[in-house]
């Protein structure tokens, strides 16, 4: 007989149901987030057991990596695609994880990729030298709002990122403002030194890449939006068409018609938002960069608000993107913005 299990992740316990061909519950407990715990557990069922189905939960990694290691079939829940009940009086974790073994068993549960461990760990060392670098803008502009308070001063961000100790302490600002100055001047040095290393170890492992560096073949990208994009988009042979690929890059209309008329908008942030902000970033310097995209944009600015038009060419470049990545061809600007 076959076993569907369904497990509803929490930061410190995991709650296993398991089903059987007939939707009975076989085994059902709350259990510790132990790797050993819950294995012990699967073990007296492994030969039966069809399919594992975890909630995507942002602590999914090591629980996922585990079961794959022994053996099992995995399948990543998209938890917000799953459909409930809207008459159910009563939901809690059991009813969840039972819930999500019976959406497998009938062949109908929504699923997520699995991005391969050792891919995932480069593609998350390039999130985290984003997020240093979101961190390092939040010093800067402190920087620059207490100049603008205190001295009525707009500097700009290229000046102050080259300042030393000594332009802090020519400041024109009182001792305790010149301390949260270089507060934040430290802390954003810091920052830079950490977000070079990063850089440096990621441009290191993806220089042989050869789909790295076709990706720079694109107008307006460079070393951190190719790696951006190529870590993020991980196997294009999972995307069946370039509409999908532009769908999960968030590069498409959500909203739903019918007879011509708006009737409403679907999931909008369903995608990868560190694509969208590739993408994005693409088209800005593409514009700027390119006569022949600066053209296509300012037909579309004729039609459309701005921020429509740079939609569209970042639209197109996601587009060139998944063909490049299949077919493993060097951008041509004239077939894609003809």
């Known amino acids: 007989m076959k076993l569907y299990v369904g497990i509803d992740l929490h930061s410190n ?5 398991v089903l059987d061909e007939n939707d009975k519950i076989i085994y059902s407990k709350r259990l510790p987030n132990d790797v ?14 069809e399919a594992i189905a975890v909630e995507s939960t942002y602590n999914w990694y090591w629980l996922v990596d585990a079961l794959q290691s022994a053996g099992y079939e995995v399948r990543l829940v ?16 059991f009813g ?8 497998l068993r009938m062949n109908l549960l929504p699923c997520g990729y699995i991005y391969p461990k050792e891919a995932r760990a480069l593609r998350d060392l390039a999130r985290k030298r984003a997020q240093l670098v979101q961190q390092r803008t939040v010093q800067l502009l402190s920087i620059k709002n207490l100049l603008a308070r205190n001295c009525g001063q707009d500097l700009s961000s290229n000046l102050i990122k080259k300042w030393t100790a000594e332009h802090i302490s020519q400041l024109a600002l009182l001792p305790e403002q010149q301390l949260a100055v270089r507060a934040n001047w430290m802390v954003m040095q810091s ?4 977000i070079q290393t990063l850089e440096a170890e990621l441009k290191c492992q993806l220089k042989p890449c050869k789909a790295f560096q076709l990706l720079k073949t694109i107008s307006g990208v460079g ?21 999908n690929f532009a769908s999960y890059a968030r590069m498409v209309s959500s909203k739903r018609e019918s007879n011509g008329k708006k009737k409403g908008e679907g999931n909008r942030k369903c995608g990868n938002r560190y694509l969208c902000w590739a993408f994005m970033e693409a088209a800005h310097f593409a514009i700027a960069s390119d ?10 600015c004729a039609k459309n608000l701005k921020v429509v038009a740079m939609k569209a060419v970042a639209h197109k470049l996601a587009r060139a993107c998944f063909n490049i990545l299949k077919n493993g061809v060097e951008f041509d600007v004239k077939r894609v913005f003809s």
């Open 78 to 93: 998209n938890t917000a695609a799953v459909v409930v009940y809207d008459g159910l009086k009563y939901s809690g974790d």
């Open 191 to 194: 920052l830079e030194q950490q």
């Open 291 to 300: 006569e022949i995209i600066k053209r296509y944009y300012q037909r579309k």
């Open 96 to 103: 969840d994880a039972r819930h999500l073994a019976h959406l």
């Open 36 to 49: 050993q715990a819950i294995l012990a557990v699967l073990a007296m069922y492994q030969p039966q057991i």
């Open 223 to 243: 070393d951190i939006l190719s790696m951006t994009i190529y870590l993020e988009t991980g196997d294009i042979q999972r995307f069946e068409s370039c509409g």
């Open 13 to 17: 316990n995991s709650v296993l149901v």
